[in-house]
């Protein structure tokens, strides 16, 4: 009785951290992916017309977008990254926003941690489950039910505190709770400012909290079509 009560307990122990780790997982996929897309680079540039801003070329402003992500995934604890201007090479940031660029990119490698752990976890759970008996599958449907459901929750909290609170103190907010010195706090004349306006970041929350909130829908419509059916098939027989 007492090792069935055990692996009783270590089964509620896996659900609850699977349904913990999706959410996880989600947000920081959606993360990763930001940091290393250049259309989303290239999609700001152009749109705040960072090129007038910064008196940039497009193709420096390439090099500046292919540089920060080849940073963020290198072992350079430092970046270094010259562009062009007006004839000239000079380095693009200065050294505060260098430490600050710093400190993103341990932020940047702790989520890719934890997008690792999460999707073993996640993946070994789901594929034990599908291995298992057909009960174990109706077990998956349901904690994936739970942990989407949480991820979309989370996503219409931040929506909605963005909307109350607005959205330039909740991301000054973030900063002051991320980061424990103040580099980030930079002049409107730096590098990162010109490059990265307030506005690029509402879109690119824009789009972390839609693909977060499609893929947990998405998560939910196949979990519980496939409860449905089930239930379907138990009662015609």
Known sequence: MQGIEELKNLDTAARVIFISALPALLISAAIAFEFNSLWLY????EKYNVSQTTGLAEAELEKAATGLIGYFNSDEEYISLTVVKDGQPFEL??????????????????????LLGTAIYVGAYAGVCLWRRKKSRHRLARVVIIGGSIALGMIIVLGVGSTIQGFDQLFTQFHFLAFT?????LDPSDSLIMLFPEGFWYDASMLFGGIVAGVAGTLLGVAGGYLWRARRRSKSQ
């Open 42 to 45: 290239k999609d700001g540039f």
């Open 93 to 114: 940031f200065s050294q505060r926003e260098v430490a600050h660029l710093r400190d993103v990119k341990q932020l940047v490698r702790l989520n890719y941690r934890l």
């Open 181 to 185: 010195n103040e580099f980030w706090m």
